[in-house]
């Protein structure tokens, strides 16, 4: 709208809308304006407009230095009020007006819309921006979505006093939060009354970039099992072993952690001993890991799981793309669908699921293919005499084969029983497997035996029953070696358990540690000659008593927590044991 020069301001006084107080009224010939006193915009002032889409230009108006909105928004009648919303464009010119009614308050305290009262409401403008942040941290979104048109007109109608500022000013704002969060981290881990397990795990862009991801996992003092992310730590696969040990070395350290590390979680790769090798080592030669770090060394349980299954797929690579190409061809054509649907009929199959072709890339998928193609096959070779072109049918032994690899897929722990199979194909490929299950098991049967030791439902009564059958005429001796490991693991709690609620500190730092690690081995005796004097500990208590009875709610975490006054030193080696992820983050849970 526009007003020629020689229009005149018209007295407004006698107007008793509120909005007139900061719009001067013009009039050329018949036609009246109303000119923004702080932004100069122009808008229609005849008597028949009302004053709504001034009072909306008034909580829009950034150049306005008081924007009273609630009293803008409860003129008007009490029953029932009507608001334009003005849409607007990236320039801030009106598109269209549109009208919304809303129902308003009988008690004069403000307009309800929903359920926020604005009669008391009052914009905070920093906590929107920082609310902007978080929102963009939360869900990975870029962050010039800020500068996106629909984006400011979607908040402008919601909020128009809110400043959007620029990308670099969220950027910062996204930086702030990082840093408040990082510094409460590190409050929250220097606090802790236990230890810190860590997980490390490789992670890839589409680029390229290799990164390795550091995610702290730990039982809090209230019992509640966390986990949080400490690093993203740029790798290069070239990296040597020492360079990367050193390179989360550096993060512990960074963190203040190296000294109440209890294990490393990491993927079952021969690649990775030497690095763990070096961290554990360096973290011995300061006395920060109890049992002189027997139980550091944790492989995460699906990375093997996974290495297993590699081997299966590989093995029986050519028979897995005969099946593949079989359900290839009866799924190419509708004719040929409709042939083997009337063959399946005849020949009595009733299964439910239809075939499907996998994503080589994920096995489980290879997996439902291969076990729904040995429930249709009968079909097959039926298929086979009725159509010439059908000629990649698996076999007998093929279709043999692949039942024994499903199965092998579907319940691992049953490997003892298909290495002893009369066919060479799968019992050699079931000691292979075995062979890589054993490497792992060396590694983490203990720490997982004393985690179901630590389980009233078990105790040892769990091991007992287990190991003749994993180890025959050695279970005895098995046993005792995870017997020895509890007490030693105990008594490095008990004696340490005063440092371990403050955080241990290294002989190096202060003179005071240099004594309290010179009376190590007084609190040792003391310790010894308790126990001598037939005075019973914590875990002698503990595995005298009887088991706790199996339940299907049955939460270990709430058990520890109500016992831990009854059990002070075991609980304390319990919150540490059990915060021990047995797989890395993306796909494992603790022990």
């Given at each position: 709208m526009e007003i020629p020069d020689e229009a005149v301001v018209v007295n407004s006084s006698r107007l008793k809308s509120v909005v007139w107080n900061d719009?001067?009224?013009?009039?050329?010939?018949?036609?009246?304006?109303?000119?923004?006193?702080?932004?100069?915009?122009?808008?229609?002032?005849?008597?028949?407009?009302?004053?709504?889409?001034?009072?909306?230009?008034l909580i829009r108006c950034r150049r306005r230095s008081n924007h009273d909105i609630t009293q803008l928004l409860t003129r008007g009648k009490r029953k029932q009020s009507t608001l334009a919303l003005t849409s607007y464009s990236y320039n801030q010119a009106p598109i269209k007006n549109e009208?919304?009614?809303v129902a308003s308050t009988n008690t004069g305290q403000g307009l309800k819309v929903g359920n926020i009262n604005t009669g008391s409401f009052n914009f905070d403008h920093r906590r929107s921006q920082l609310d902007l942040a978080r929102m963009i941290i939360m869900h990975g979104y870029p962050l010039?979505?800020?500068?996106?048109?629909?984006?400011?007109?979607?908040?402008?109608?919601l909020q128009p006093l809110f400043d959007f500022g620029t990308v670099s000013g969220v950027e910062a704002d996204c930086m702030e939060i990082y840093k408040k969060e990082k510094q409460r981290v590190y409050e929250e881990l220097d606090k802790l009354p236990g230890k810190v397990s860590l997980s490390a795990d490789r992670w890839a862009t589409n680029g390229g970039t290799e990164y390795l991801c550091l995610i702290a996992h730990y039982i809090d003092d209230s019992w509640e099992l966390k986990k949080k992310i400490l690093n993203f730590l740029v790798i290069d696969s070239s990296q040597a072993e020492d360079m990367l040990s050193e390179l989360i070395m550096t993060s512990l350290r960074n963190w203040d952690i190296d000294r109440k590390l209890f294990s490393l979680t990491i993927d079952n790769h021969n690649t990775y001993d030497k690095i763990v090798s070096r961290i554990r080592d360096q973290l011995c030669q300061h006395r920060?890991?109890?049992?002189?770090?027997?139980l550091f060394d944790v492989r995460c349980a699906a990375s093997t799981v996974k290495i297993l299954v590699q081997d299966v797929l590989e093995t029986s690579?050519?028979?897995?793309?005969?099946?593949?190409?079989?359900?290839?061809?009866?799924?190419?054509?509708?004719?040929?669908?409709?042939?083997?649907?009337?063959?399946?009929?005849?020949?009595?199959?009733?299964w439910q699921k239809c075939l499907s072709i996998d994503n080589p890339f994920q096995w489980n998928s290879t997996y439902m293919?291969?076990?729904?193609?040995?429930?249709?096959?009968?079909?097959?070779?039926?298929?086979?005499?009725?159509?010439?072109?059908?000629?990649?049918?698996?076999s007998g032994i093929d279709w043999d084969r692949l039942r024994a690899i499903t199965s092998i897929l579907k319940f691992f722990h049953e490997l003892i029983e298909w290495c002893q199979k009369s066919d060479d194909f799968i019992s050699s490929l079931a000691l292979k497997l075995k062979s890589k299950f054993d490497e792992y098991w060396k590694k983490c049967s203990l720490i997982m035996a004393i985690a179901a030791i630590?389980?009233?439902?078990?105790?040892?009564?769990?091991?007992?029953?287990?190991?003749?059958?994993?180890?025959g005429d050695s279970a005895p001796d098995c046993i005792d070696i995870v017997s020895n490991c509890m007490k030693a693991l105990y008594s490095g709690h008990a004696i340490y358990s005063p440092l371990a609620a403050h955080g241990q500190s290294s002989a190096s730092e202060s003179s005071g540690s240099i004594v309290k690690d010179r009376l190590t081995g007084f609190d040792r005796f003391l310790n010894e000659t308790s126990l001598s004097q037939n005075t019973k500990s914590d875990l002698d208590k503990y595995l005298e008593e009887p088991l706790f009875p199996r339940s299907v709610d049955f939460n270990i975490l709430n058990w520890w927590k109500v016992h831990e006054p009854r059990y002070p030193v075991l609980s304390m080696m319990a919150r540490n044991i059990l915060g021990i992820p047995i797989s890395k983050s993306r796909t494992g849970v603790p022990i």
């Amino acid at each position: 709208m526009e007003i020629p020069d020689e229009a005149v301001v018209v007295n407004s006084s006698r107007l008793k809308s509120v909005v007139w107080n900061d719009f001067d009224r013009v009039k050329k010939g018949e036609t009246f304006a109303a000119i923004c006193r702080h932004c100069k915009r122009i808008l229609s002032g005849s008597s028949t407009s009302g004053t709504s889409h001034l009072r909306n230009h008034l909580i829009r108006c950034r150049r306005r230095s008081n924007h009273d909105i609630t009293q803008l928004l409860t003129r008007g009648k009490r029953k029932q009020s009507t608001l334009a919303l003005t849409s607007y464009s990236y320039n801030q010119a009106p598109i269209k007006n549109e009208l919304v009614t809303v129902a308003s308050t009988n008690t004069g305290q403000g307009l309800k819309v929903g359920n926020i009262n604005t009669g008391s409401f009052n914009f905070d403008h920093r906590r929107s921006q920082l609310d902007l942040a978080r929102m963009i941290i939360m869900h990975g979104y870029p962050l010039g979505m800020v500068e996106d048109i629909g984006f400011r007109m979607f908040v402008r109608n919601l909020q128009p006093l809110f400043d959007f500022g620029t990308v670099s000013g969220v950027e910062a704002d996204c930086m702030e939060i990082y840093k408040k969060e990082k510094q409460r981290v590190y409050e929250e881990l220097d606090k802790l009354p236990g230890k810190v397990s860590l997980s490390a795990d490789r992670w890839a862009t589409n680029g390229g970039t290799e990164y390795l991801c550091l995610i702290a996992h730990y039982i809090d003092d209230s019992w509640e099992l966390k986990k949080k992310i400490l690093n993203f730590l740029v790798i290069d696969s070239s990296q040597a072993e020492d360079m990367l040990s050193e390179l989360i070395m550096t993060s512990l350290r960074n963190w203040d952690i190296d000294r109440k590390l209890f294990s490393l979680t990491i993927d079952n790769h021969n690649t990775y001993d030497k690095i763990v090798s070096r961290i554990r080592d360096q973290l011995c030669q300061h006395r920060f890991l109890m049992c002189e770090g027997q139980l550091f060394d944790v492989r995460c349980a699906a990375s093997t799981v996974k290495i297993l299954v590699q081997d299966v797929l590989e093995t029986s690579r050519e028979i897995t793309s005969k099946v593949r190409e079989t359900v290839r061809y009866v799924k190419g054509s509708r004719a040929t669908q409709e042939k083997f649907n009337e063959i399946v009929q005849l020949v009595g199959i009733n299964w439910q699921k239809c075939l499907s072709i996998d994503n080589p890339f994920q096995w489980n998928s290879t997996y439902m293919m291969l076990e729904a193609a040995l429930e249709y096959k009968e079909a097959f070779p039926q298929l086979q005499e009725h159509d010439p072109d059908f000629s990649m049918c698996p076999s007998g032994i093929d279709w043999d084969r692949l039942r024994a690899i499903t199965s092998i897929l579907k319940f691992f722990h049953e490997l003892i029983e298909w290495c002893q199979k009369s066919d060479d194909f799968i019992s050699s490929l079931a000691l292979k497997l075995k062979s890589k299950f054993d490497e792992y098991w060396k590694k983490c049967s203990l720490i997982m035996a004393i985690a179901a030791i630590l389980d009233p439902r078990f105790k040892m009564k769990l091991v007992e029953y287990y190991y003749p059958q994993i180890y025959g005429d050695s279970a005895p001796d098995c046993i005792d070696i995870v017997s020895n490991c509890m007490k030693a693991l105990y008594s490095g709690h008990a004696i340490y358990s005063p440092l371990a609620a403050h955080g241990q500190s290294s002989a190096s730092e202060s003179s005071g540690s240099i004594v309290k690690d010179r009376l190590t081995g007084f609190d040792r005796f003391l310790n010894e000659t308790s126990l001598s004097q037939n005075t019973k500990s914590d875990l002698d208590k503990y595995l005298e008593e009887p088991l706790f009875p199996r339940s299907v709610d049955f939460n270990i975490l709430n058990w520890w927590k109500v016992h831990e006054p009854r059990y002070p030193v075991l609980s304390m080696m319990a919150r540490n044991i059990l915060g021990i992820p047995i797989s890395k983050s993306r796909t494992g849970v603790p022990i």
